[in-house]
């Protein structure tokens, strides 16, 4: 069974940091993108970074140049590193993988149970 499990979120000062962590383990023969999506209630859940298998990347517009996306393959963990928060950053992380559980099956998407961040003025 996949799970993505998430870590390193809090409460933070604004202007400070955070990096965020998401291991994913269980039966995963490759996965391509792996990245964070926020959600608010009552909305749909948005991206926030991805990054693909090969380093590409996306950001939302709201993060770019403050946060950064990176991932450790061999670990199957992607990382968020988040510099200067601000309040309205204030939210739950969802981590999310698309992945193959074996060599030619269908890919899915995985999600993790969140992660708060809390960013106070």
């Known amino acids: 069974q996949v799970q993505l499990v998430e870590s390193g979120g809090g409460l933070v000062q604004s202007g400070g940091s955070l990096r965020l962590s998401c291991a994913a383990s269980g039966r995963i023969f490759s996965i391509n993108t792996m990245g964070w999506y926020i959600q608010a209630p009552g909305k749909q859940r948005e991206l926030v970074a991805t990054v693909t298998s090969g380093g590409s990347t996306r950001y939302a517009d709201s993060v770019k140049g403050r946060f950064t996306i990176f991932r450790d393959n061999g670990k199957n963990t992607v990382y968020l590193q988040m510099n200067s928060l601000k309040p309205e950053d204030t939210a739950v992380y969802y981590c999310?993988?698309?992945?193959?559980?074996?060599?030619?099956?269908?890919?899915?998407?995985?999600w993790g149970q969140g992660t708060q961040v809390t960013v106070s003025s």
């Open positions: 999310y993988a698309y992945l193959q559980i074996y060599r030619d099956s269908y890919w899915r998407g995985y």
